[in-house]
């Protein structure tokens, strides 16, 4: 088993561009590199092909608002087969300090609209996920309701470690395209 679709998660519209919440759109576009992802209208995204570690793998950014991702997700996946085992889903996480990024199978959706959404569409929660920390107002000594504080962006320092977080994911995403899941936890978690 290995990734064919990673999955961005975020908001579409420049006014979105550098929030927090745009930490998973983050991560596709740096992925993608000289692929250009095109609007796809049959999945309301943004997609496209890229090779990975020797696969071909379909880029997505869901173009709906967050809470609405699985529209873009099962759509996709319903199309080209991909089970959900097989999805890698990028999202912003509450419950991680920024700069650190965590990959896990299943799980609750932790309150992320986006992941509740995708977790309908594909009928499970058994899909991959990569949580991008982007800390939590009350742990960064902010006062911000956390709807508000996804919607902002992050704090000078704090967009220093996520950039550092994007760059330690996109280093162990050619592993888990080869199914080497336990080598990329391992390698992000550890940093070894």
């Known amino acids: 088993m290995s990734i064919r679709l990673i999955v961005g998660l975020g ?9 927090r919440h745009n930490a998973g759109f983050w991560l596709v576009d740096n992925l ?12 309301n995204a943004l997609a496209g092909k890229t ?12 173009q709906t608002y967050m809470n ?17 085992d097989e999805v890698l889903v990028v999202h912003d996480e509450l419950d991680l300090p920024p700069g650190a990024a965590k990959i896990k199978k299943g799980g609750s959706s932790g309150g992320h609209n986006g992941l ?17 920390g982007i800390g939590h107002p009350r ?4 006062q911000q309701p956390v709807a508000d504080f996804v919607l902002h962006r992050p704090r000078k320092e704090e967009q220093v470690l996520i950039n550092e977080a994007l760059d330690k994911s996109l280093n162990v995403i ?4 080869q199914g080497k899941f336990e080598q990329a936890m391992m390698e992000l978690h550890t940093g070894k």
């Open 11 to 19: 908001n579409p519209g420049p006014e979105y561009e550098q929030t």
């Open 32 to 43: 993608a590199g000289p692929v250009r992802l095109a609007r796809e209208a049959r999945f």
């Open 51 to 62: 090779s990975i570690a020797g696969s071909e793998v379909w880029l997505l950014e869901p």
């Open 68 to 84: 609405r991702s699985g529209q873009s997700v099962g759509a996709l996946a319903r199309f080209y087969k991909i089970t959900p």
């Open 116 to 132: 509740k959404d995708i977790t309908a569409a594909l009928g499970t929660q058994d899909y991959w996920r990569l949580r991008l």
């Open 139 to 142: 742990t960064l000594g902010l």
């Open 174 to 177: 050619p592993l888990l395209v």
